[in-house]
C-alpha cells in the first residue's frame, strides 16, 4: 500500500555506520532506523544474542514465562527505578498501554477520571488512541471519528496544561523532546512544573521516551538527564537496537494492571528481549553515554558552523538527537541532495532537517556527515 514516498533505490546490506544500496553505493546512515539501529546497523553483539536465542527457544507463548524477558523486565525496573514492565512491539502499542494503564488508575483511584493531557505537534505513534493523543496539524481530521479522551496544552506552557485540568484529568503525558516536531526539547523547568502538578492535582506524569529513552540523549533515560521522576515512561526504537520491542514502565502507586488487561501474543519475545538485553549492557555503562554526549556536541558545533555558513538558523537538541532550522522550507530537496552525496538524513518538518546517527558514532563519522551536508547545495540544487 502506497503509504509513503521513498527513493527508488533498494537498501541491501548495513554494518554500523553505513548502508548500502543495490547499485553498490554506500551511505553514511544519519537515519539508522529511524533513530532505533542504537549501536548501529548489524552490531556483532546484537547478531550474536539474536544468533544464541534463535538457538535455543523463539517463543514458548506470551502465556509462559521466559527467561530473556523476566531478565531484561528485573535490568529495566532496576535501572529505570520503576517497579512493573510490560512489553510489546512497537512505540504506539506501548503508548497505547500507558493510556490505558492511566484509565484504569482512574477507574480505580480518581473517580473515573480517563482524560489524558497531551500536547500540540506531540507524535506518539500511529494507532487510533495514539493518533488522538499526538497533536500532529491535520491528523484529528484523518481517521474520523477520533479517539475520545484527550486534551492538547501548548507546548513549554505551564499554564496551558494548568487550566486544562480538570475532574476528568487523569494523567499528563508528553516526550521529553518532541522528535517528530522538529526535536524541540521540553525545558527543565517546564518538566520539574509538570511534576509539580501532576503530585499537587494528584495525576499520573507520562513520559513517552520511545525516542528520546536508551541512551538517545546522553543519558539511558532523559528524565535522568533533567531529573524529573515520571511515574510511567515507554520506550521503542533503540530498546532493541533494530529488532521490534517495546516497553511500558511504571512506578508503584500506577502499576494497576489486573489479569486481562494488557496482553499480546509478541509480548516479552524471548528473542527481542535477548537482542534488548544485550543492547542495554552497552548503551547503558557510563562511559559509552559519556561518548554520547561527547559525539552530541561535536555535531551541534558542526551544525552552528553550517548555519552561519549557510544562513541557517537555529540547532536544537541533546545528546545525538539533534535539528537544524533552514529558515527556508527545502528540507525534502535537501535530503535528496544529500543522499545523492551519500548522506542518509530526514526533513522532520519542510523547514529542518533531523539527525540521529548510532549513538556509537566516531569522531570521524560526525565530522564526514558534516562535511557531506557541508557540500550540500542550498534548494537541494545539483540532486
Ligand atoms: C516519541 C514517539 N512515540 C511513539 C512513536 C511510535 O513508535 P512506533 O513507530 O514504533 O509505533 C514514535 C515514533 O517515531 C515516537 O517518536
Keep these: 500500500m502506497p503509504i509513503t514516498e521513498r527513493p527508488d533505490e533498494v537498501f541491501v546490506?548495513?554494518?554500523?555506520?553505513?548502508?548500502?544500496?543495490?547499485?553498490?553505493?554506500?551511505?553514511?546512515?544519519?537515519?539508522?532506523?529511524?533513530?532505533?539501529?542504537?549501536?548501529g546497523h548489524c552490531p556483532p553483539v546484537l547478531a550474536q544474542a539474536l544468533q544464541a536465542q534463535a538457538t535455543t527457544l523463539i517463543t514458548p507463548s506470551p502465556a509462559l514465562h521466559n527467561r530473556p524477558s523476566l531478565a531484561l523486565a528485573a535490568r529495566l525496573c532496576g535501572l529505570s527505578g520503576m517497579h512493573q514492565a510490560w512489553f510489546g512491539?512497537?512505540?504506539?502499542?506501548?503508548?497505547?498501554?500507558?493510556?490505558?494503564?492511566?484509565?484504569?488508575?482512574?477507574?480505580?483511584?480518581?473517580?473515573?477520571?480517563?482524560?489524558?493531557?497531551?500536547?500540540?505537534?506531540?507524535?506518539?505513534?500511529?494507532?487510533?488512541?495514539?493518533?488522538?493523543?499526538?497533536?500532529?496539524?491535520?491528523?484529528?481530521?484523518?481517521?474520523?471519528?477520533?479517539?475520545?479522551?484527550?486534551?492538547?496544552?501548548?507546548?513549554?506552557?505551564?499554564?496551558?496544561?494548568?487550566?486544562?485540568?480538570?475532574?476528568q484529568t487523569v494523567a499528563v503525558m508528553l516526550e521529553p523532546v518532541q522528535g517528530e516536531a522538529g526535536v524541540r526539547p521540553a525545558g527543565p523547568g517546564f518538566l520539574r512544573g509538570l511534576r509539580a502538578l501532576c503530585d499537587e492535582q494528584r495525576l499520573l506524569l507520562i513520559f513517552d521516551e520511545v525516542q528520546t529513552g536508551c541512551g538517545r540523549l546522553g543519558e539511558l533515560f532523559a528524565f535522568q538527564r533533567h531529573g524529573v521522576l515520571p511515574d510511567v515512561v515507554t520506550l521503542g526504537k533503540g530498546l532493541g537496537g533494530g529488532v521490534p520491542i517495546s516497553a511500558l514502565l511504571a512506578r508503584e502507586p500506577a502499576c494497576v494492571f489486573e489479569h486481562g488487561d494488557q496482553g499480546g501474543?509478541?509480548?516479552?519475545?524471548?528473542?527481542?528481549?535477548?537482542?534488548?538485553?544485550?543492547?542495554?549492557?552497552?548503551?547503558?555503562?557510563?562511559?559509552?553515554?559519556?561518548?554520547?554526549?561527547?559525539?552530541?556536541?561535536?555535531l551541534a558545533a558542526g551544525l552552528r558552523t553550517l548555519a552561519r555558513r549557510h544562513g541557517g538558523g537555529e540547532v536544537r537538541g541533546d545528546g545525538l538527537l539533534w535539528a537544524l532550522e533552514l529558515g527556508r522550507d527545502d528540507g525534502p530537496a535537501l535530503v535528496q541532495a544529500a543522499r545523492a552525496r551519500g548522506l542518509l538524513v530526514n526533513a522532520a518538518r519542510p523547514h529542518c532537517l533531523r539527525f540521529m546517527p548510532r549513538l556509537n558514532s566516531t569522531a570521524e563519522e560526525i565530522d564526514h556527515g558534516l562535511a557531506l551536508l557541508d557540500d550540500t547545495p542550498a534548494g537541494g540544487a545539483g540532486a
Design 89 to 167: 512491539s512497537t512505540g504506539a502499542e506501548a503508548n497505547e498501554g500507558a493510556i490505558k494503564l492511566a484509565r484504569k488508575w482512574g477507574r480505580a483511584r480518581r473517580d473515573g477520571a480517563f482524560e489524558v493531557i497531551t500536547f500540540d505537534n506531540a507524535f506518539h505513534g500511529r494507532t487510533l488512541a495514539t493518533m488522538a493523543a499526538s497533536g500532529k496539524p491535520g491528523w484529528e481530521r484523518l481517521f474520523p471519528p477520533q479517539a475520545p479522551g484527550f486534551a492538547k496544552a501548548r507546548w513549554n506552557d505551564l499554564d496551558s496544561v494548568r487550566a486544562l485540568v480538570g475532574p
Design 13 to 39: 546490506r548495513g554494518e554500523g555506520a553505513w548502508l548500502w544500496d543495490d547499485q553498490g553505493r554506500r551511505h553514511l546512515d544519519w537515519l539508522q532506523g529511524w533513530a532505533v539501529n542504537a549501536l
Design 265 to 298: 501474543t509478541y509480548g516479552g519475545h524471548p528473542l527481542m528481549a535477548a537482542a534488548a538485553l544485550a543492547v542495554l549492557e552497552v548503551v547503558a555503562q557510563p562511559a559509552f553515554l559519556a561518548g554520547v554526549r561527547e559525539r552530541g556536541e561535536q
